[in-house]
């Protein structure tokens, strides 16, 4: 079976890395490409800048580049997935929605809408029939689900995996890589040598996804899970890759082994973009991992790596890593369009 897709925004760093991506996925065939009205018309090669990390593959580099608008996307697309700004895919996707299309976004529009999916597959997938709500609200024929924040995704499997010990509280401090800022985000003069202790918007993001994303639906409503969530988002020069040092106050006592334990254990998905392990956890003879480097790239950039953990009076500390622009955006899309797919969404 094989399912057309559409990439909306494909020339900007995370559309790039959607390409990358699905270039050789064994279900999803990349059908359409979208960009700004200035990119539009001209053939993929020369309307984006490309990262210089590998060619363009041959299928798309003469593939030409369409309109952001449903009526120049065909009908015969099943799934678009979107990696527009903000503020440009809050007035965009629902026009493509109304038209029927369904969208897996990476754009931070109504990650926290109260009928809005918010989803990690090996974590939340039954939050997925919010569609249902969704469409009984808004009269869309079509569907929109969202992965989160970059940060948020780093984070968010250790503390489903500790939730069993009963999380109440986390604090964490975010040391995040300059692609997240995209090409233009970050300029050199501003990073080299230097780290930035505000991402504007980031803290609100990992403080309020990570509870709508750990938090409970009854078919009809979704409650945000109790724990209080303190961030503190950092940019420093990495180029790929966000570490973060998390501390976890728990209800229960757990050891660190019993902590990573639970971590390595936690259950993944069976789907073609997932990895085969979830959660890798360095133990007490490597303390200096994960880091971004090093470990960034783990299971094709899909895994998230965690380690130092140790006892705190409350709870538990550790540090985790993801990759920021794989796991952390495009990589989170595609596996969403997996899960819609594998649950007859599509």
Not at 74 to 99: H, K, N, R, T, W
Request: proline share 6%.
């Amino acid at each position: 079976m094989t399912v057309q897709v559409g990439i909306l925004g494909a020339t900007g760093a995370v559309g790039q890395r959607f390409i990358q991506l699905l270039d050789g996925h064994p279900t999803f065939e990349i059908a359409a490409l979208t960009a700004s009205e200035s990119s539009a018309g001209h053939p993929y090669r020369e309307a984006a800048k490309w990262r210089a990390d590998s060619p363009i593959p041959d299928a798309i580099a003469g593939m030409e580049v369409g309109k952001t608008d449903p009526d120049h996307v065909s009908d015969d697309i099943d799934l678009l997935f979107s990696s527009l700004p903000s503020g440009v895919a809050s007035e965009v996707e629902p026009a493509f929605l109304d038209a029927g299309y369904v969208v897996s976004s990476n754009s931070s529009n109504d990650r926290m809408a109260d009928d809005v999916p918010l989803t990690i597959p090996e974590i939340n997938p039954g939050h997925l029939d919010l569609i249902e709500v969704q469409r009984d609200n808004r009269g869309w024929d079509g569907a929109l689900i969202k992965n989160p924040n970059c940060s948020t995704i780093t984070m968010v499997p250790t503390l489903a995996a500790l939730d069993e010990f009963g999380l109440e509280r986390t604090d964490v401090t975010t040391l995040q890589a300059v692609s997240g800022a995209g090409y233009s985000g970050v300029t050199s003069m501003e990073i080299i040598d230097n780290a930035i202790p505000h991402i504007g918007g980031e803290e609100a993001k990992m403080e309020t996804e990570s509870r709508k994303l750990l938090g409970e639906f009854d078919g009809a409503e979704l409650s945000l899970h109790d724990a209080e969530v303190n961030a503190s988002c950092n940019r420093i020069p990495t180029v790929d890759g966000h570490l973060e040092s998390v501390f976890a106050d728990l209800a229960d006592d757990p050891s660190p082994a019993e902590a990573r334990q639970a971590m390595e254990s936690f259950p993944g998905v069976d789907l073609p973009s997932a990895p085969e392990q979830l959660i890798h956890v360095f133990g007490d003879d490597q303390p200096d991992r994960p880091q971004p480097r090093l470990d960034r790239n783990r299971d094709d950039g899909m895994a998230i790596s965690a380690g130092g953990v140790q006892a705190t009076e409350s709870g538990l500390k550790y540090n985790c890593l993801a990759h920021n622009t794989l796991r952390g955006a495009a990589g989170a899309s595609i596996l969403n369009g997996e899960l819609l797919l594998e649950e007859g969404w599509l």
